[in-house]
C-alpha cells in the first residue's frame, strides 16, 4: 500500500499572517525548531514563509507578506509520497503545504520524509542504494560515493 501525505503531515501547524513582523516570524521558528511557516488569512493558506527568505531582512518593520512565497504549491491529504518527494525535489523546496480546498490540514518537510525512509528501512542490510567511505582531504574527513 502507498503512503499518502495524510499518513506523514505534521497536522498541528504552526502559522503566522501576513502582517506578522518578519523578525517575531523569525523568533517563532527559532523556538519552535522549524524552518518554514505557513501564511493563512481567514483560516486560507495564502503563503509559504522559509528560514531563507528572513536572511535578507535587517529590519524591524518588515513584514511576512513582503518576503514569503505567494502562492505556494500545494497537494491534498491523499498525494502520495512520491509525488510529494517529486515536487520538492523538482522545485528545490523543503516543505509542502497539505491542504483541501484552501483551507490548510498540514504540511510535510523533507525531514518527514527522510523519517519515512529510515521507518521503512530499520532492520534491512542496505539502508541506502549506494555505499560511501570516509576519506581525508587537505585535514579534513569527507564522505564520497563508492
Same mark, same amino acid.
Given at each position: ?16 499572517? #501576513?502582517? @506578522? *513582523? ?5 523568533? %517563532? &521558528?527559532?523556538?519552535? /525548531?522549524?524552518?518554514? =511557516? !505557513?501564511? +493563512? $488569512? ?34 491534498? #491529504?491523499? @498525494? *502520495? ?5 517529486? %515536487? &520538492?525535489?523538482?522545485? /528545490?523546496?523543503?516543505? =509542502? !503545504?497539505? +491542504? $483541501? ?46
Amino acid at each position: 500500500m502507498r503512503t499518502r501525505a495524510a499518513e506523514i503531515m505534521t497536522r498541528e501547524v504552526v502559522c503566522v499572517t #501576513p502582517d @506578522t *513582523h518578519a523578525k517575531e516570524a523569525l523568533a %517563532l &521558528m527559532r523556538k519552535e /525548531g522549524i524552518r518554514h =511557516l !505557513p501564511v +493563512v $488569512s481567514s483560516a486560507r493558506l495564502i503563503g509559504v514563509l522559509s528560514d531563507r527568505d528572513l536572511l535578507a531582512v535587517d529590519d524591524d518593520t518588515t513584514r511576512v507578506d513582503a518576503v514569503m512565497t505567494r502562492d505556494p504549491v500545494t497537494c491534498s #491529504p491523499k @498525494t *502520495h509520497v512520491g509525488r510529494l518527494a517529486e %515536487l &520538492m525535489l523538482q522545485h /528545490g523546496f523543503d516543505s =509542502l !503545504p497539505i +491542504v $483541501s480546498g484552501e483551507e490548510l490540514k498540514g504540511i510535510i518537510t523533507s525531514v518527514d520524509l527522510l523519517q519515512l525512509l529510515v521507518q521503512r528501512t530499520e532492520g534491512l542490510a542496505q539502508v541506502l542504494p549506494f555505499d560511501f567511505s570516509i576519506r581525508e582531504y587537505r585535514g579534513m574527513s569527507l564522505a564520497v560515493p563508492c
